[in-house]
């Protein structure tokens, strides 16, 4: 029992030196961050597409993905805005199985948080060096933010995060786009309390330093679903959903009013083929109403090369299918992005 200690790993700020950002790779990213921040502003009426596997497993074909994704930016730039999702932790509901690349660099082998580190910051390098497109991850863990906070454009906090203090507190002192999903109850003023208090100024303890944070004006909502107490899952993407939201956001008084849908998880009841019919109803009633519109700033869709998902160690091994949740394939995702520019 208790908590054996192994070894000490590098501060954030030794693993950014031992792997610095470009000039090019910094401008990009200042380039990027400007065009999302507008767009959460409504300074610009550009729609995001925040989409990518639901883990990122594996650094070859992520940026195989991340390059036919840069392919389409070119395509769909004047009213669409990709943010690729390069999530490298994995939030387990029972604490088994594959936890992300900071933990398993290699899913097959060992847990090693030190090669996993490093694996993950190479990786978003690459990416945008690569693509020059700058990613979405999930913050699992708010201590370790700061060994990617120079390269993430945008940021998730989990529906099992969400009521954390420190994911809130953490979230305010960023300076760029955090979305903050509904709980798994589907409680939705749970996840306005976590917007209001990540758009507050806080002072608290965070990685043994004694820091104040400014607020992030940015912090805004995401709808993916809900569970009951009989396990069935409860979407609300639908049209009375996003009126409801507009409602409570009227009454809280926040900053830049946004919302992201999130078209998996519960409100697809993990089908993920249902994410083509979800991103399309979300934007008819986007289209339908003019003030859902103006709050509706995006969706999130879990797809990757292949279609579905496979288990780690499969034989035979699918190139560029998920070994967690089933995602859609390249030419679904595709036509779902070429869609989506149609609608908007």
């Known amino acids: 029992m208790g908590m054996n200690f192994i070894k000490k790993l590098p501060i954030p700020a030794e693993i950014k030196q031992q792997l ?147 994911h809130r507190m953490t979230v305010s002192g960023m300076d760029v786009p955090a979305g903050m999903k509904n709980p798994t109850s589907g409680d939705l003023s749970v996840m306005f309390n976590s917007v209001q208090a990540a758009q507050s100024q806080h002072n608290f303890i965070y990685r043994g330093w004694d820091v104040t944070t400014d607020g992030n004006d940015l912090a805004h909502v995401i709808l993916r679903g809900a569970v009951n107490k009989h396990g069935n899952c409860i979407p609300n993407y639908h049209y009375e959903d996003l009126m409801l939201l507009l409602e409570m956001y009227g009454k809280r008084g926040l900053n830049n009013p946004a919302a992201i849908i999130d078209a998996n998880h519960s409100n697809s009841n993990k089908q993920y083929m249902e994410q083509i019919r979800i991103c399309h109803e979300v934007l008819h009633s986007r289209n339908y109403n003019p003030e859902i519109k103006t709050m509706i700033k995006g969706l999130m869709i879990e797809s990757y090369l292949e279609g579905g998902s496979q288990k780690i160690g499969a034989c035979p091994h699918v190139y560029g299918q998920s070994i967690t949740d089933p995602c859609l394939g390249w030419d679904d995702s595709e036509k779902l992005i070429y869609d989506i520019y149609k609608m908007c």
Do not use: W
Request: aromatic share 6%; proline share 5%.
């Open 20 to 166: 610095p950002l470009s000039e090019r790779v910094q401008k990009i990213k200042a380039e990027r961050d400007d065009m999302i921040r507008k767009v959460f502003t409504g300074e610009s009426d550009k729609f995001l597409v925040i989409i990518g596997p639901c883990s990122a497993d594996n650094e070859d074909t992520v940026c195989d993905y991340l390059g036919r994704l840069a392919k389409m930016q070119d395509k769909v730039g004047d009213r669409l805005i990709l943010v690729p999702r390069i999530y490298t932790n994995k939030p387990r509901t029972n604490g088994q199985g594959y936890k992300g690349m900071i933990h398993q660099p290699d899913p097959e082998k060992k847990p090693d948080l030190l090669t996993g580190i490093i694996a993950i910051r190479k990786m978003h390098i690459r990416a945008i060096e690569e693509t020059g497109l700058t990613a979405a991850d999930e913050m699992l863990y708010p201590e370790n933010f700061r060994y990617l906070n120079d390269i993430l454009s945008y940021v998730a906090i989990g529906a099992r995060s969400v009521e954390d203090q420190q």
